[in-house]
């Protein structure tokens, strides 16, 4: 499961949208009912840095999908994630607000003093009246369920070149002419 082999067919690739990952496997996933196809992994997240997710979490291109139980702490050996400060709400097709999509960063090291790097994650969590099931599992008698304890992640490393970048890097000896304002001053041997 978590070793990112998914059976799906030739040319199907698993590009969830952000509804699709809570209305289609969160949502499943709390209310126990069976998820086709069941592809995502539970994983417990913070144990592990985020370069540690190939092979424990579905992997699809440069993504890491996987479910966790939510926890206060998101410290792993080292370093932590810590919240970009930047929450979306998760609307379906009906604008109707179904969940929120939490930003974290990982740095390295140990908090407050951390070094930030390229590592994104995005964690998802229901709202509580974004699922039916609640109302359905008091009618028939079942305590209801605490949506708050799962989570979907999607892990990623950022990548931060410009728009206009190609994609090619610079040497150091090329970065250095280019921050040179007047060609001018360079001195070429003869």
């Known amino acids: 499961m978590g070793d990112g082999n998914v059976n799906l067919p030739p040319g199907f690739r698993f590009y969830p949208t952000d509804e699709e990952?809570?209305?289609?496997?969160?949502?499943?996933?709390?209310?126990?009912?069976?998820?086709?196809?069941?592809?995502?992994?539970?994983?417990?997240?913070?144990?592990?840095?985020p370069w540690e997710l190939e092979g424990k979490a579905l992997a699809e291109g440069?993504?890491?999908?996987?479910?966790?139980?939510?926890?206060?702490?998101?410290?792993?050996?080292n370093g932590y994630w810590k919240s970009m400060g930047v929450d979306d709400p998760v609307l379906n097709s009906s604008n109707k607000k179904?969940?929120?999509?939490?930003?974290?960063?990982f740095y390295m090291g140990g908090p407050p003093t951390g070094v930030k790097t390229n590592w994104i994650m995005h964690e998802y969590h229901l709202?509580?009246?974004?699922?039916s099931s609640s109302r359905s599992s008091r009618r028939s008698g079942?305590?209801?369920?605490?949506?708050?304890?799962?989570?979907?992640?999607?892990v990623y490393e950022q990548n931060f070149?410009?728009?206009n970048d190609?994609?090619?890097?610079?040497?150091c000896l090329d970065?250095?002419?280019l921050s040179l304002d007047d060609l001018d001053e360079i001195s070429l041997p003869n």
């Open 21 to 49: 990952l809570v209305v289609h496997f969160l949502q499943r996933k709390v209310a126990l009912l069976p998820c086709h196809p069941d592809v995502i992994p539970d994983l417990d997240l913070y144990p592990y840095d």
């Open 98 to 105: 179904i969940g929120m999509k939490m930003h974290w960063m």
């Open 166 to 171: 190609d994609g090619t890097e610079l040497s």
């Open 142 to 154: 079942h305590t209801k369920i605490d949506f708050s304890k799962w989570v979907v992640c999607r």
């Open 161 to 163: 070149c410009d728009e």
């Open 62 to 77: 440069n993504q890491w999908y996987f479910y966790s139980r939510r926890t206060e702490s998101r410290t792993t050996s």
């Open 175 to 177: 970065e250095v002419f």
């Open 127 to 131: 709202s509580d009246s974004g699922s």
